[in-house]
Nanobody, 121 residues
């Protein structure tokens, strides 16, 4: 099994910054891509940003220019630097990894438990 542990959420004022981290551990054979999704109350979970093991990134239009995703492949860790935060960024942020666990075949999706980000004055 693969476990994802997030950290770095919290309360921040509009215009502020936060940095989320997510470390993958367990029976990892390989991880192709890691990313962040978020879910606000009453809304569906949505993609925020993803990054492949080759460094290719993808961002939701709503966060382009404000959020930066990065990855340390050696540590199986992904980061999300969030700047110029807005109240509409308030949500539970979930880490995601697309990879293969030891003893398995094919790619599977793994999820963290989520971390709350609240942007409010």
């Amino acid at each position: 099994q693969v476990q994802l542990v997030e950290s770095g959420g919290g309360l921040v004022q509009p215009g502020g910054s936060l940095r989320l981290s997510c470390a993958a551990s367990g029976s990892i054979f390989s991880i192709y891509a890691m990313g962040w999704y978020r879910q606000a109350p009453g809304k569906q979970r949505e993609l925020v940003a993803t990054i492949t093991n080759g460094g290719s990134t993808n961002y939701a239009d709503s966060v382009k220019g404000r959020f930066t995703i990065s990855r340390d492949n050696a540590k199986n860790t992904v980061y999300l630097q969030m700047n110029s935060l807005k109240p509409e960024d308030t949500a539970v942020y979930y880490c995601n990894a697309l990879g293969t666990a030891l003893g398995t075949i094919g790619l599977s999706n793994y999820w963290g438990q989520g971390t709350q980000v609240t942007v409010s004055s």
